[in-house]
């Protein structure tokens, strides 16, 4: 079995910036990536500078092409385990197949949970978006609908109210507005609609309104909305490594890998970066944790190697 210096198991933004600073470094590297990245339904990449709006798969394919030239190496499949033992990491797929490194670099992304409203998953990335960084522009001055279903939902009415005179913050599941909630909106001319959703009306490829209980349908373009975000980390359990809470402004928004400023994890030998332990990082600062893991992990062979040879030495 080959025994790569560092096995990435993720090939979006942070996975393959990662793996082009190790490989650069002339270390060996493999990628395992299941082709589902998060932004897959997006129909293109914002804020990265010199690519805005380029579409995903452009970059993805692009950067797995940058980091083969330098002698990197790519396999199509799910890890479903890893384990360590004295020669280093293994890593299972679903097809069975194991594979073996000296380190892991975790960057998996998370998941996305949808409020459980029918409408919105089929609608998701599309005219359903939950970033105004991310998709703002492209909605702008359209209606928008933004669904409450926490806490986040103000701070998130206000901020695509920056995008369009017209937005409806549909309080939905949220909590009761306290009074300067209400007076805040008031003032920023954002209505509130009180009652719960049903779902989404569609008319061929496009949103046209919210349903509410009860019938009554408020005539809407776009719809914001906050997801719950899982860190896609599962598979490390057995090295005793588990996602944790993550908290916006006091709110719980999901979970992710714990890591240091280089992307080291409670677990020697693992790092990880992007949304798996960044959930609120869009694609440029991903790659960005992805380089500076990719460097720490360098540093850190380089640091064994180090012991390894005066021992030798030595002896």
């Known amino acids: 079995m080959t025994k790569y210096d560092v096995i990435v198991i993720g090939g979006g933004a942070a996975g393959l910036s990662g793996a082009l600073a190790l490989v650069r470094s002339r270390r060996s590297v493999l990628v395992v990536d299941d082709g589902t990245p998060r932004n897959a339904p997006a129909d293109g990449v914002h804020n990265f500078l010199t690519r805005d709006g380029v579409p995903p798969g452009e970059i993805y394919a692009l950067g797995r092409q940058e980091v083969a030239g330098y002698g990197g190496e790519f396999v199509n499949g799910t890890v479903t385990t890893a384990g360590r033992d004295d020669n280093g990491f293994t890593v299972g797929l679903a097809d069975g197949t194991t594979y073996r490194g000296r380190r892991l670099l975790v960057t998996t992304g998370l998941t996305d949970v949808l409020p459980d409203v029918p409408g ?22 359209q209606a928008i609908g933004v669904l409450a ?40 001319g954002i209505a509130v609609v009180q009652g719960k959703v049903e779902q989404l009306e569609v008319t061929g490829d496009r949103i046209t309104g ?45 979970t992710a890998v714990t890591v240091d400023g280089m992307g080291a994890t409670a677990v020697p030998g693992v790092f990880a970066a992007g949304n798996v332990s960044s959930p609120m990082a869009q694609v440029m600062p991903s790659a960005a944790a992805g380089l500076m893991a990719g460097a720490g992990l360098n540093f850190d062979l380089i640091g064994e190697e180090t012991r390894l040879a005066v021992a030798a030495r030595s002896s």
């Open 210 to 254: 919210v349903r509410l209980e009860g019938g009554k349908v408020v005539p809407r373009q776009a719809i914001a909305v906050q997801t719950t975000v899982r860190a896609r980390a599962g598979f490390l359990a057995d090295l005793g490594l588990e996602a944790t809470v993550v908290e916006a402004n006091g709110v719980e928004v999901g």
């Open 149 to 188: 279903t926490g806490a986040m939902a103000v701070h998130q009415a206000q901020l695509f109210r920056q995008l369009s005179d017209d937005v409806t913050l549909f309080l939905h599941t949220a909590p009761d507005l306290t009074d300067e909630q209400w007076e805040e909106l008031a003032a920023r």
């Open 120 to 141: 919105l998953a089929e609608r998701w990335g599309k005219d359903v978006v939950h970033c105004p960084y991310c998709h703002g522009w492209e909605i702008k001055d």
